[in-house]
């Protein structure tokens, strides 16, 4: 007898990898990361990896005049 198939948990994402964001600003993921170690972005660093909360990568779509995606929108809680 098979079992029935358990739907996947859909994770509420609170934060954006830096190579999340670069497509939506047209830029590389290492201009993300240069910009988060001048300052410019808020981030938080988990071993190497670089986490950017929702609401700072709203805030810096905004900055520079560029649409935030729908579904980017959606994740925000605040």
């Known amino acids: ?5 358990r739907a ?3 994770r509420n994402k609170e934060y954006l990898t830096a190579q999340e964001l670069g497509p939506l600003m047209g830029v590389t993921r290492q201009t ?3 910009w ?3 300052g410019d972005i808020s981030a ?15 805030r810096i ?9 729908d579904w980017l929108k959606n ?4």
């Not at 007898?1 to 198939?5: A, D």
């Not at 938080?44 to 709203?58: D, Q």
């Not at 779509?61 to 995606?69: D, I, M, N």
């Not at 994740?75 to 605040?78: A, E």
């Open 1 to 5: 007898m098979r079992r029935p198939l």
């Open 8 to 10: 996947k948990k859909k």
């Open 32 to 34: 993300i990361r240069n």
């Open 36 to 38: 988060i170690t001048k």
């Open 44 to 58: 938080l660093h988990v071993g190497r990896n670089i986490k950017i909360p929702v609401s700072e990568a709203l």
């Open 61 to 69: 779509l905004r900055y520079y005049g560029l649409p935030a995606p």
């Open 75 to 78: 994740l925000y809680k605040g």
